[in-house]
Nanobody, 123 residues
Framework: QVQLVESGGGLVQAGGSLRLSCAAS????????MGWFHQAPGKEREFVAG??????NYADSVKGRFTVSRDMAKNTVYLQMNSLKPEDTAVYYC??????????????????WGKGTLVTVSS
């Protein structure tokens, strides 16, 4: 059974950095798509960053500030978040989609989800 477990969230001041981790079990990174999404209070869940077929993709709002990477040996995906802003405050979720042919980053297209980790950026 696929399990995704996020860690690394917390409270940080604006301009600071955090690194989120997503440990996956029963899932092969090389043949699947991994993504990070976030959901702020009262808002819909939306795409942040992801890796598909070895290529990284980013939402416009985080380009140049966030970096997604993966460690195949550890079966872990990371989200390095720099220059954080108060508007980045949200619960961050790791998600996986079987295969890598689709280029959609819609939340409804992901097959598995972690429980999320809270990131709070103070001004």
């Amino acid at each position: 059974q696929v399990q995704l477990v996020e860690s690394g969230g917390g409270l940080v001041q604006a301009g600071g950095s955090l690194r989120l981790s997503c440990a996956a079990s029963a899932l092969t990174f090389s043949s699947n798509t991994m993504g990070w999404f976030h959901q702020a209070p009262g808002k819909e869940r939306e795409f942040v960053a992801g890796i598909r077929g070895g290529s990284a993709n980013y939402a416009d709002s985080v380009k140049g500030r966030f970096t997604v990477s993966r460690d195949m040996a550890k079966n872990t995906v990371y989200l390095q978040m720099n220059s954080l802003k108060p508007e980045d405050t949200a619960v961050y979720y790791c998600a996986a989609r079987l295969g890598y042919y689709s280029d959609s980053w819609e939340p409804s297209g992901m097959n598995y989800w972690g429980k999320g980790t809270l990131v709070t950026v103070s001004s």
